[in-house]
């Protein structure tokens, strides 16, 4: 069995190089739609579960559910920036949001319900504020290093989120668990060479693929499994198959 560092060192870079090779080929909508799934927070959440236990994991994932308010925050206030800024000002402005609601939900006393209440909520709003594209993305070829970039960013946070597990305790573990790591790097390296409204595009995708991550979060809290092996089988079982039910466009 893999140790838990190597986990670390793989399986989230590879699930970025995966979305990064499906932007390259099917453009940013799609990228954004795949980015939605628990490619990030699922690894993260499972590795919790392996070296701080079931409870510590489950309670993390509570607030993981919690923080998609912050990245749908986070992604119709770059997808609005993306308008008047280049994307130096535009991320700060973006990250900063994250940040305030992040903290918000920090402070709250967020159970399973309201947690899931909170989310549903965002998932509803984002889309429909999100400012129109003006025209027909442009798909770009990104520089051959950019992968390898995504790919660092996310072991960065792996290894960030897991290493102070046990200062920070579940509700930061499980909210930093949500950092939007993938659709920061995504939006960032498609606003550079596409354009706003190519930016918009993979937010777009993004904020229509974050229902899978949602029921991700939701049933791996509320599923009775003894076991990572079967609570984290069925969560993502039904994670696919909410993101098969998602249009694309």
């Excluded at 989310?119 to 003006?134: E, H, K, N, T, W």
């Amino acid at each position: 069995m893999f140790s838990p560092l190597v986990l670390k060192l793989l399986l989230v870079p590879s699930f970025i190089g995966l979305v990064s090779l499906a932007e390259r080929r099917w453009g940013p909508t799609v990228a954004g739609w795949l980015a939605g799934l628990p490619v990030v927070v699922g690894p993260i959440l499972f590795l919790l579960w392996l070296e701080q236990g079931a409870k510590f994991s489950r309670s993390a994932t509570v607030y993981s559910l919690a923080a998609m308010v912050p990245v749908a925050a986070f992604a119709v206030v770059y997808a609005w920036s993306s308008r008047r800024w280049a994307w130096p000002v535009t991320t700060v402005l973006a990250y900063g949001i994250w940040l305030l609601f992040a903290v918000t939900v920090l402070m709250l006393p967020v159970g399973i319900v309201s947690a899931t209440v909170l989310a549903a909520g965002s998932l509803v709003i984002a889309p429909r504020v999100f400012p129109r594209q003006m025209s027909k993305p442009v798909i770009a070829q990104p520089p051959k290093f950019d992968i390898k970039v995504r790919m660092l960013a996310g072991v960065v946070l792996t290894l960030l989120v897991t290493s102070i597990a046990n200062i920070g305790g579940t509700r930061v573990s499980g909210i930093l668990s949500m950092f939007p790591v993938i659709s920061s790097i995504l939006a960032v390296s498609i606003h550079r060479s596409g354009g706003s409204d190519a930016a918009i595009a993979v937010l777009r995708g993004l904020a229509s693929g974050l229902w899978s991550l949602g029921a991700f979060c939701a049933t791996l809290v509320i599923v009775p499994a003894a076991g990572a092996g079967y609570a984290f089988g069925a969560a993502t079982a039904v994670a696919i198959g909410v993101q098969a039910l998602v249009p694309r466009r």
